[in-house]
C-alpha cells in the first residue's frame, strides 16, 4: 500500500450512537478520499487478532470486547500526509486530552470508547488495510 494511504475503523460506540454519517463527512471534508469501506460486526476472534500488539496490555481483554460488542465500519483513506493528518483530525486516544473540534472531541466518551481507530504508521496503515481488504476491494 502507498505511503499515502491510511486505514481507520468507525467503532462500535459511534456506530450505535449514530455518527456514521457525520463522521464520514467530516472525513471528506478534510480531503480524504476513500479507497475502500464495509460495514462489518468483527468476531471476539478477529479482534483479537486485528488488536494482537496488544495482547499483552492490561486493557486487551477490555478492548477485544468492547470492538466486538456491534457493527464498525472499516476503511482505507488516501490523502498526501495521510497517517499524520488523520491523526490529527481524530485527536487524542483518550478524548479528555482530544483537542476541540476533532472526531474524539466531537464523539468519543472514553479511552476505551474513542469513536474511531486511525494507524499510526504506514506501516501499520498497510497491515491494517490489508487485514480487513483484499487489493481488488480497493479502488483506485
Ligand atoms: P486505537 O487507536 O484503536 O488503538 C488501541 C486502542 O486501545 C485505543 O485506540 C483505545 O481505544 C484502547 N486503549 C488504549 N489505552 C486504553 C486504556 N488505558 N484503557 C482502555 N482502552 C485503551
Excluded at 88 to 102: C, M, Q, V, Y
Excluded at 127 to 139: K, L, P, R, T, Y
Amino acid at each position: 500500500m502507498a505511503t499515502n494511504r491510511t486505514f481507520t475503523m468507525i467503532k462500535p460506540d459511534a456506530v450505535k450512537a449514530g455518527h456514521t454519517g457525520a463522521i464520514l463527512a467530516q472525513i471528506n471534508k478534510a480531503g480524504f478520499k476513500i479507497i475502500a469501506m464495509k460495514l462489518t460486526h468483527l468476531t471476539p476472534s478477529v479482534a483479537g487478532k486485528f488488536y494482537a500488539v496488544h495482547a499483552e496490555r492490561p486493557f486487551y481483554g477490555e478492548l477485544v470486547e468492547f470492538m466486538s460488542s456491534g457493527p464498525i465500519v472499516a476503511a482505507i483513506l488516501e490523502k498526501d500526509n495521510a497517517v499524520a493528518d488523520f491523526r490529527k483530525l481524530i485527536g487524542a486516544t483518550n478524548p479528555a486530552d482530544a483537542e476541540a473540534g476533532t472526531i474524539r472531541a466531537l464523539y468519543a466518551t472514553s479511552i476505551g470508547e474513542n469513536a474511531v481507530h486511525g494507524a499510526d504508521s504506514d506501516e501499520n496503515a498497510a497491515i491494517e488495510g490489508s487485514f480487513h481488504f483484499s487489493a481488488d476491494q480497493m479502488v483506485g
